[in-house]
DNA sequence: GTGTATACGTACCGGTCAGTAACATTGTCA
DNA sequence: TGACAATGTTACTGACCGGTACGTATACAC
């Protein structure tokens, strides 16, 4: 008489997968450098050897946590609230409306990636490194969708959400009664301004 | 007979005014969290009783820090470039243009207000509170010289110019080569879509 | 049952952190 | 000379930090 049912329905969830969820959430919420490896492994319900089994080191883990954040972003980014746009105009100002509606809440703390390269000056640092690549992404995915939209100039209207978007991340930290309120029009007036009218 | 000549030419210069510019320096390139009051008193060249004479706590001392830069910041945006001007337009744009010709810089590090409020977001720490209140007067400031600028909506140019200023504070940390290269195209392109043509 | 591999916990390490106590030294002014 | 204020010197504390040596429990293989 072996197991009876359920092979494994209640699941017994992986010590690393445990880590990384708990390392995401005080991570954000606080900052890398503010969280110690003890407050993550005890909110992960394991213990310290645990967490460096599966991370050679906390800059691993925070690079982990840049990685895993990374994909949330995208998934976020190229389906805002959910939603696919095949325009590039709506998509982007989907997502605009989105963040800056996230933006002005309690306790917002902008983009996990941009806060870990103002925490981590150094170059070296892995988490920095990861944050690092993912903006040239972002930067050239938002260039292309400027192209998309029949820009004039596509890199200065990609550079100029960008900058935008950069703008309302870390306002959103500094008061709920900041300048992301009006992001979505100032949005729609780059746009307008640098696409090709007649 | 006396001093003879010169009252004080050697600077004997406090301990607590070598503190607060080895704490500036230190805090601003490194990070506040990344740097211990042991290497703050060594580059002062004094040592650890003498900070903690003159500062209650390293919180405290990072929150005088705060005070310095920002008394600084206005010096810097008041006469971009170490001149005045009467044209709104002209001052907002002469500012951005030396912001961004900075922020490709290679060790760049954007602002220290804004980085302190990314590396502290609980709202009790002392330091983030100058920051906090820093940000406003910018926020108001930036409205009122929208506004001078003929703007159909000031608070809206004021808040677009904000985020991409604080666009170009963050983002020039991440690259040499980030999109601050575009941003004094775009605040061309923000403030004469802004301001009433005809 | 007895290997053997995997997954985990207990207990500990040396270093660094912010902060302080007690005392010695200096320079200034009267 | 004497008093005061500012600083240096030395040594220390307790908490916390990232990281690790080592023992333990379970499961599957033969």
């Not at 939603?83 to 002005?104: M, P």
């Not at 690549?133 to 209207?157: T, W």
Request: glycine letters at 8%.
């Amino acid at each position: 008489m072996k197991k009876a049912v359920e092979p494994s329905a209640e699941r017994p969830v992986r010590a690393a997968d445990r880590i990384r969820a708990s390392a995401s959430e005080l991570f954000y919420r606080e900052g890398i450098r503010a969280v110690g490896v003890d407050e993550v492994v005890e909110r992960a319900g394991v213990t310290k050897p645990s967490l460096y089994r599966s991370f050679a080191s906390k800059d691993e883990l925070a690079a982990a946590y840049m990685r895993d954040y990374e994909a949330n972003f995208w998934e976020k980014f190229e389906k805002p609230g959910g939603k696919s746009y095949s325009d590039a105009r709506e998509h982007v100002l989907a997502y605009i409306r989105v963040l800056s509606a996230n933006a002005v809440a309690e306790g917002y703390r902008g983009c996990g990636l941009t806060n870990a390269t103002v925490e981590y000056p150094s170059r070296d640092n892995p988490a920095r490194q990861v944050a690092e690549a993912h903006k040239k992404l972002f930067r050239r995915r938002l260039r292309e969708l400027a192209g998309s939209m029949g820009a004039r100039h596509p890199a200065v209207l990609g550079d100029a959400l960008l900058l935008l978007i950069e703008g309302i991340y870390v306002t959103g930290q500094q008061s709920e009664d900041g300048p992301a309120q009006s992001a979505l029009t100032v949005a729609k007036l780059l746009i307008d301004a640098s696409v090709a009218k007649g």
